[in-house]
């Protein structure tokens, strides 16, 4: 559109720390509205919607609920499922945007963060702190509470947990990435979620699917962009024998 320049985001890496600060142009993605999306004769399985948070017009609320709400629904009425994931944003704006949404998500994406800003739990053991498994299965549970119809996918570098509606877990653990092999973490959450929806999409099972996912977001750290470590599906989970896995959470 003429109306304004396409969206892009620089991320800064402090390499001491690893720790990364976002800046980001929201650009044409701030006037994508419910009308540009169009569902009829579509082919696809899954709807994946992402950065809800950095998405003006559909964060925009109107008759008591965000635009991104109606998009959703038109999608599961298509017959697709529908995958949402949000942005690591600090501000309180998670309960006004988020929940509203979550009846319409089929497939919920969240890491410690944002489940922490969305349920109001603390799920690592202080600033910090090791991630406690209790508090991540209690912070899936709610999060299926709010309307996740079929599963919560809840990712920190550690580890992975999955809460299925009928509630059955899943937890698996990353690899474990030597440090002198990780170039940046910069998409290591897409990553996850697209290897993740790739395993839903090809009906394996839930287990199969967060295994394939740390597999793909180790591949991503191996380059410093967010997409050119990713490797074909069998090279991905051919990293678990290479690099080993992390010790579970307690």
């Known amino acids: 559109t003429a109306a304004a320049s396409t969206s892009y985001c620089d991320v800064m890496t402090d390499t001491r720390t690893g720790r990364r600060t976002f800046f980001h142009l929201h650009g044409a993605n701030a006037l994508l509205a419910p009308a540009d999306f169009d569902f009829t004769g579509t082919r696809a ?25 109606d998009v959703l629904k038109r999608a599961r009425d298509a017959g697709m499922l529908t995958s949402l994931d949000c942005v690591s944003e600090n501000s309180d704006r998670f309960a006004a945007v988020l929940k509203p949404v979550l009846p319409q998500v089929d497939i919920l994406f969240v890491n410690d963060f944002e489940a922490e800003k969305i349920t109001g739990l603390e799920l690592r053991a202080g600033a ?50 030597p440090r002198e092999a990780i170039r940046g973490t910069a998409g290591a959450g897409d990553a996850l979620a697209a290897g993740v929806l790739y395993g839903i999409h090809e ?37 678990e024998g290479l690099f080993g896995l992390l010790s579970m959470p307690e």
């Not at 591949?219 to 990293?239: I, N, Y």
């Open 203 to 239: 009906t394996w099972s839930m287990g199969d699917s967060l295994r394939l996912g740390v597999c793909v977001a180790a591949a991503s750290l191996a380059d410093a962009s967010c997409s050119e470590g990713v490797r074909k599906v069998d090279e991905c989970l051919a990293l």
């Open 128 to 177: 910090g702190g090791a991630v406690r498994r209790p508090a991540v299965e209690q912070a899936a549970e709610s999060l299926i509470g709010h309307g996740v119809h079929r599963c919560v996918v809840l990712h920190f570098p550690e580890a992975v947990y999955a809460l299925e509606r009928d509630g059955h877990g899943v937890w698996q653990p990353s690899l474990r990435v």
């Open 45 to 69: 399985r899954i709807f994946h919607l992402g950065y809800l948070l950095l998405l003006d017009r559909l964060d925009r609320m109107e008759n008591g609920r965000p635009c991104a709400f």
